[in-house]
């Protein structure tokens, strides 16, 4: 066999030769050219990290082309934000608002989901609260939102845990000291309450449980040996190398299964800070992890809660919710559970829905209050 020639080699149509210099002009990517394009446009985001996604929402914000009317904090709500630094040394952006015309009954902490954020569409439905007489602070999550860290990276769910756990404590003590404390979590964010929960039970007057992560949905989980090979893959948990940075973990798109209204579904995605790619492998593991350990636990949860979750939700699993519901020890629980509803309930529904959730809320609330 004879040689190879040189233009087929290089994957080139045409080599173009001058006296001086050598000019090649590549009419076709090699093979290789054309995976490694692919692949780093699949990787490698323009906000993944924390100081780009700072720079591309400063300049969101202040256009108003790329900023919705209900972005804007009303006149009887104060708001303030702060970047909270973590024992790792971490910049965390952090808000809290409340009413301005009279002092707040009560102080919520609110945990926002996977790939999410507290200061977007969540802040502006939590408003209801505000306007309810209460308190509402919350904190972005490494990797979320303004925060330091790889965009929607969750390499180690403990110090997630611990971070909040910190934050809550910290603000409850200095800002809202002698105010009743509750904590709200939504999807992945219910995971969070239910942990932070049980690590600060002693300061926490009660728990919401929205849609909370107790279990994936097995719609959405990949199959089991999918599962063995990639936590092969990646490592133990609390682990991370640079294939757990990956955002290639088997999933369906979960933002098609969470928001009944496309509408809604447009608004929550539309910011600069938004992910829309498969989980991150370290992550995904993180999530299995944690919601194995949850539906293990169930049994243990000691807390007064109302968990809410809607029926027709494909994401988390409102079957799991009925169990935590039956199994708790808690003697101060309570459940709702609503026909027709998806997954995000105070985002991602008609208005109707939304308000009947926080009016359900808000009931709950008072009871304890």
């Known amino acids: 066999m004879g040689r190879v020639p040189i233009r087929r080699r290089l994957g080139l149509s045409s080599i173009i030769i001058s006296s001086t210099p050598v000019v090649l002009r590549l009419t076709h990517p090699t093979p290789v050219a054309f995976f490694a394009s692919k692949f780093s446009s699949a990787v490698y985001k323009t906000n993944d990290s924390g100081e780009a996604r700072r720079k591309l929402w400063a300049k969101m914000i202040s256009d108003p082309a790329t900023t919705p009317d209900w972005f804007a904090t009303p006149k009887d709500i104060a708001y303030e934000e702060k970047y909270w630094v973590n024992s790792r040394g971490m910049c965390l952006m952090s808000y809290v608002m409340k009413p301005i015309k009279k002092k707040p009954k009560t102080v919520i902490m609110f945990c926002h989901g996977y790939s999410d954020q507290s200061c977007w569409m969540k802040m502006a439905e939590y408003r209801r609260l505000v306007r309810a007489g209460y308190a509402v602070m919350a904190l972005e999550y490494e990797g979320h939102g303004r925060s330091d860290g790889l965009l929607v990276s969750v390499p180690d ?35 969070v309450s239910y942990e932070v929960s049980q690590r600060c039970s002693e300061i926490i007057t009660g728990t919401l449980l929205l849609c909370p992560m107790c279990a994936i949905h097995e719609n959405m989980k990949p199959s089991p040996l999918i599962i063995k090979m990639f936590y092969a893959v990646v490592g133990p948990p609390g682990s ?15 933002g098609e299964y969470s928001f009944k209204s496309k509408d809604k579904k447009d608004a929550a995605e539309g910011h600069c800070n938004f992910f829309g790619r498969k989980p991150r492998l370290a992550t995904a593991r993180e999530l299995l992890d944690t919601t194995d350990r949850i539906s293990a636990s169930l049994k243990e949860f000691d807390v007064p809660f109302v968990v809410l979750h809607g029926k027709a939700d494909l994401v988390t699993d409102p079957n799991l919710s009925q169990r935590l519901f039956d ?22 529904e008609p208005d109707e829905n939304i308000e009947r959730v926080f009016s359900d809320m808000v009931k709950w609330i008072e009871e304890r209050v």
């Open 157 to 191: 769910w403990d110090k997630l845990i611990g971070d909040v756990s910190e934050f809550m404590f910290e603000m409850s003590s200095t800002v809202f000291p002698g105010l009743p404390l509750f904590v709200a979590g939504e999807s992945m964010g219910g995971a």
């Open 240 to 254: 991370c190398n640079y294939l757990g940075t990956l955002p290639f973990a088997p999933s369906k798109d979960v």
């Open 327 to 348: 199994e708790s020890c808690s003697k101060d629980k309570t459940i709702k559970l609503y026909d027709g509803m998806w997954h995000t309930l105070t985002t991602g």
